[in-house]
């Protein structure tokens, strides 16, 4: 085989590869950010003693986690439309149902990272007459986070990969973008290994990142 | 037709002879197929790749490394692609293995990069001085893996194995971009065929929940046969 890579120049990266890769960018931040808040929000739910309030949580997390993330941009992308009788399009609905999927995930490393925080604390919080939003937000969550932070990212940049699943509704990302460039310069082959190598350096970089931060926040107890 | 309800639509016939149901029943056996024989791939090559990497050889544990760093790094989806469009181009002999299979290698080795992180792991928490107990008595290294290391340290990895096995039925999913006519792609052309997308849906994503529930529940089994005596959660 005869391996032809003199296609490849900057017209190709301005016009297919920036749009698909600020879509796939935006799609990991937002639904990072998104997904983040949520998980919080449903970890502290998952703990609370409340039954009906951790089961509702339960349901939600265990629901998402036991299903093929693609089936799930299949469903919103079915069920978003029906339910606002408004056609939407692939981009906003992958954005949605990202964040509404990462969430489940976020949560449970959330809950670990709020079971991390030794239980005086709480009580500390409460003597010194704070309500519970108080303790959670000044006291709980933010050594919760920063204990978690590696952990979070490491699921952020598997977060990257799976954008790459927006294929199967048509929403243009960076592997769309690799794709459609192909088949215009009847390259398929060298493109997709050009794709695997920018997925590869950007995922290999980002988890780089992860592993030095993971050294040097670690808490000293 | 009456009703918001229309399950009939599995019994509608989609090439005048075949129903919708037994071309979903036989989705469901072809994402079974790709799930179960790339766990076996991925078993067989993360055990290897994790050995490697806890061996004394440095050539070995970088190489390990390197397998590893690649695998997991890029996209399954794009990994797919690469299986089934560009190595039969690279080595026109795998031109005659079925696309199936393609797909096998590409989900199995990409699971074989997160299993030989397991197994890494496992080893690595039983003490050294097992190793070194092993050396002691004679045994050769290969012999020390045999014999001393590995016993125990699969038992420990019963349950992060039973979760990459759950994961990799998910992830089996991505079959669909190469038109494996697995549980994806028949929700995809179902749902186009018959407008009755809900329907669909339901039923595929029923058939991931068993199947996952299946596994999950099967794992407990051979946990519970496997456990070791004295352990947490163990036996007395």
């Known amino acids: 085989m005869n391996l032809d890579f003199s296609y490849l120049d900057w017209g190709i990266v301005s016009n297919f590869l920036v749009k698909g890769l600020r879509f796939s960018f935006e799609l990991t931040v937002i639904s990072m950010l998104g997904g983040t808040f949520i998980g919080t929000l449903l970890a502290m739910m998952r703990l609370s003693s409340r039954r009906w309030i951790s089961l509702v949580a339960a349901v939600y997390v265990d629901t998402f986690r036991s299903i093929p993330l693609v ?12 339910l606002t009788g408004r056609a939407m399009g692939a981009e906003l609905s992958a954005t949605i149902t990202f964040t509404v999927f990462e969430a489940a995930y976020y949560a449970e490393i959330m809950r670990a ?19 519970y939003t108080q303790c959670m937000r000044l006291v709980v969550l933010p050594q919760a986070l920063r204990n978690m932070l590696p952990l979070l990212l490491t699921q952020t940049v598997i977060l990257f990969q799976d954008t790459s699943l927006v294929y199967a509704i048509g929403a243009y990302d960076l592997l769309k973008g690799f794709e459609i460039a192909g088949k215009n310069f009847n390259r398929p082959i060298e493109t997709y290994l050009v794709a695997a190598v920018v997925y590869f350096a950007i995922c290999f970089g980002l988890s780089t990142v992860v592993r030095r931060l993971q050294k040097k926040i670690r808490i000293v107890r | 037709m009456s ?20 071309w979903l029943m036989s989705a469901w056996g072809w994402t079974l197929m790709v799930a179960l024989s790339a766990l076996a791939v991925a078993l067989v090559v993360g055990s290897l790749v994790g050995i490697a990497r806890t061996t004394p050889m440095r050539w070995l544990v970088l190489l390990g490394e390197a397998w ?22 690279a080595l026109p002999i795998l031109q005659a293995v079925p696309g199936f299979l393609m797909v096998v290698f590409a989900l199995g080795f990409y699971t074989s990069a997160r299993i030989s992180e397991q197994v890494k792991a496992g080893i690595q928490t039983l003490p050294t001085g097992q190793r070194y107990a092993g050396l002691a008595l004679g045994l050769t290294l290969p012999q020390t893996y045999r014999y001393v290391l590995l016993p125990r340290a699969f038992r420990i990895l019963v349950p992060p194995l039973t979760s990459e096995a759950m994961t990799i039925v998910k992830n089996s999913s991505v079959a669909f971009a190469v038109s494996i006519p697995e549980l994806t792609m028949f929700a995809m052309q179902a749902q ?45």
Do not use: C
């Open chain 1, 71 to 82: 089936m799930v941009i299949l469903w919103f992308f079915l069920l978003i439309p029906m």
């Open chain 1, 113 to 131: 990272g709020i079971q991390s925080i030794p239980r005086g604390q709480m009580a500390a919080g409460y003597a010194v007459g704070m309500s």
């Open chain 2, 3 to 22: 009703g918001p309800w229309q399950w009939q639509v599995f019994l509608q016939k989609y090439d005048g002879e075949h129903t919708y149901l037994s």
């Open chain 2, 68 to 89: 590893t760093e690649l695998f997991r790094n890029i996209p399954l989806l794009v990994q797919v692609f690469l299986w089934y469009y560009a190595l039969p181009a």
């Open chain 2, 192 to 236: 186009e065929e018959t407008s009755r997308g809900v329907e669909v849906y339901l039923a595929v994503t029923a058939l991931y929940f068993i199947s996952s529930f299946t596994i999950g529940r099967l794992a407990m089994v051979v946990e519970r046969k496997l456990r070791v005596p004295g352990m947490v959660g163990g036996k007395a």
